[in-house]
């Protein structure tokens, strides 16, 4: 099969850099070949073919389900973690129906609901940092994305059953969190339980843990159905679909690992980020605390979400970190040429977010911090894609940002914030991510005016 701009390396040293440096893989390769290239890497058969040319990337996403099919087993490394009936592994009609099932959770009226409760854990977890101490700013965006999961995905606030969730899905969670142990999921001869000790074996028993307090969970909540509850397990619980049918328990289960994994990581490696280039560029930050001003003391989360400059200050952090390296892998159904290159049904397809927000044609200095690229021009769905594109586009892009918006601006209009360590925080591979690898090592060095009236905060939204 003739295949564009083959990589020479030797596929299992691609393999290898591709596990251990990814952001490096992809640079070293696009340096070769700048708009597309042939790849050996894992989870995705033996060779790959990276575009991330937007006129190849229109092209792919726009003949969805005709030339270019998302074929779910090309994702198949995340069932371990999804599940069988996870979105990301169902094709065609399944998912279509079940994605058109879990959409209406992230949208309308629920939005608003969810704004004021994240406002309120993003306050609960700097409220109790001392003063001119350094914590990790990625850790501290874990545990309010966490809290966000169990709260707003699993309508869990306080209690035993809370605690012990929240603990075993950091335990799952994390265990992927190194390049060491992200190569067990790419490599299934790693695959093997050799008991608690070994990594497989862990997270083995891990999942079932947490399977089991899920399952509780929904069993308990078919039992005593409550209809007045917003959070997105009991919405997905009434949901229907044509035939009148409702998802069953494991798919349930599934769904909720999907939008979990899908959430926690990505949104908190996100605002991690953004926290750090807003304290690297003194002058981003002045902008953003004078935008936020406007909006007076009571910061209502929808004006939140509708602030220019704050949008192009999260859009610029999802460009130039982007937390997920690619779009959902499709599949060549028939011969078709590709920016003049000919393709056999069967070739595996990678649309590269991470290369394509790059690209200085589109991104002029790319590697440079520059929200006002996105207030100045407007970019199509082919040349910015944080949340990939086509009919596999991130289910949960609405809530991931507003999450994002609103934990920014909470944060940065009550504290006066520090970067410890003034060096550049490089992209290191986390699980299917791309996270800062120090973490973001900050300190608070005082509290704004409208603090003060939030020291004996209760559970009051605080928006």
């Known amino acids: 099969m003739q295949l ?11 393999k290898l850099h591709w596990v251990a440096d990814p952001v490096g893989y992809m640079e070293k390769a696009a340096q070769q070949y700048p708009d597309i290239f042939t790849a050996s890497i894992v989870g995705f058969g033996d060779t790959v073919v990276f575009v991330n040319h937007p006129q190849a990337i229109q092209e792919i996403l726009t003949n969805d389900r005709k030339k270019f099919v998302a074929v779910a087993e090309a994702n ?80 869990l606030h306080e209690g035993e059953k809370l605690q012990k969730l929240k603990h075993l899905l950091l335990q799952l969670l994390n265990l992927f969190k190194s390049s060491f142990t992200s190569s067990f999921l790419f490599f299934s001869f790693l695959q093997k339980d050799l008991g608690t000790w070994s990594p497989w074996g862990k997270f083995l028993r891990d999942r079932e843990q947490v399977d089991e307090l899920i399952y509780a969970e929904i069993t308990e909540r078919r039992q005593q159905p409550d209809p007045e509850r917003i959070d997105i397990l009991s919405m997905l619980m009434s949901a229907r679909d044509d035939a009148g049918q409702a998802m069953t328990d494991q798919e349930l289960r599934d769904q909720l690992i999907s939008l979990i994994l899908a959430g926690y990581e990505t949104t908190a490696t996100a605002t991690a980020w953004g926290l750090y280039w807003i304290q690297k560029k003194p002058l981003v930050h002045e902008k953003l605390l004078k935008e936020l001003a406007t909006l007076g003391d009571f910061l209502d989360p929808m004006s939140i979400y509708r602030l220019p ?17 690619f779009c959902f892998p499709r599949v060549v159904q028939e011969p078709v040429k590709l920016l003049g290159h000919p393709l056999q049904p069967g070739t595996v397809l990678l649309a590269s977010v991470y290369l394509t927000h790059q690209r200085e044609d589109l991104y002029p200095q790319s590697k440079q911090f520059k929200p006002e690229r996105f207030i100045e021009n407007q970019f199509s769905p082919y040349e910015f894609l944080p949340f990939g594109g086509g009919v596999r586009r991130c289910i949960g892009e609405a809530l991931a940002l507003f999450q994002m918006k609103l934990v920014l601006a909470t944060v940065l209009s009550r504290y006066q914030l520090a970067l410890v360590d003034r060096q550049t925080e490089r992209p290191q591979r986390r699980g299917f991510t791309l996270a800062p690898s120090s973490g973001v090592k900050m300190v608070i060095t005082g509290r704004r005016a409208r603090q003060e009236s939030l020291v004996n905060m209760t559970t009051t939204p605080v928006c």
């Open 309 to 325: 400059y704050l949008t192009a200050v999260c859009n610029e952090t999802l460009r130039i970190h982007p937390v997920i390296m």
């Open 76 to 155: 198949r490394i995340a069932k371990p973690l999804v599940g069988e009936y996870s979105v990301f592994l169902l094709e065609g009609t399944r998912h279509k129906q079940r994605r058109q099932l879990v959409m209406p959770a992230f949208h309308g009226e629920q939005m608003q609901g969810y704004g004021q409760r994240i406002c309120s854990i993003a306050e609960k977890a700097f409220i109790q940092l001392p003063l001119d101490q350094p914590f990790l700013a990625h850790n501290l965006t874990q545990e309010i994305s966490l809290q966000v999961i169990l709260q707003v995905v699993l309508g």
């Open 4 to 14: 564009p701009n083959i990589l020479k390396t030797h596929p299992f040293l691609q």
